[in-house]
């Protein structure tokens, strides 16, 4: 089983940086694909992006493309969300999640972390 949680949120102002990690864990985690989301408070859950063990390749949802980017940390064994240019609209709850190579659905999903820009 593969355990995920999530680290790096907190409060920055708009314009700042932050990146988030997600430590994954556990048997057989390069049969998964790694993805991150957000959940602003009212609004349904967004995907963000996604990063695949092999060949390590990396997707970005349009509607943050050029300011998220994904990475793999292979000291630490964890995948990076690195946030740019913050916009208070990037306020959220981020959560990176499991998806199984042969499955369509994300099943593991990390505790979250939350990310607050300010004005």
């Not at 991150?36 to 990396?58: I, L, N």
Request: hydrophobic share 35%.
């Amino acid at each position: 089983q593969v355990q995920l949680v999530e680290s790096g949120g907190g409060l920055v102002q708009a314009g700042g940086s932050l990146r988030l990690s997600c430590a994954v864990s556990g048997r057989d985690f390069t049969h998964y694909l790694i993805g991150w989301f957000r959940q602003a408070p009212g609004k349904e859950r967004e995907f963000v992006g996604r990063f695949t063990w092999v060949p390590g390749t990396t997707v970005i949802a349009d509607s943050v493309k050029g300011r998220f980017s994904i990475s793999r940390d292979n000291a630490k064994n964890t995948i990076d969300l690195q946030i740019d240019s913050l916009k208070p609209e990037d306020t959220a709850a981020y959560y990176c999640a499991a998806r199984p190579l042969w499955r369509n659905e994300y099943e593991i999903w990390g505790p979250g972390t939350q990310v607050t820009v300010s004005s």
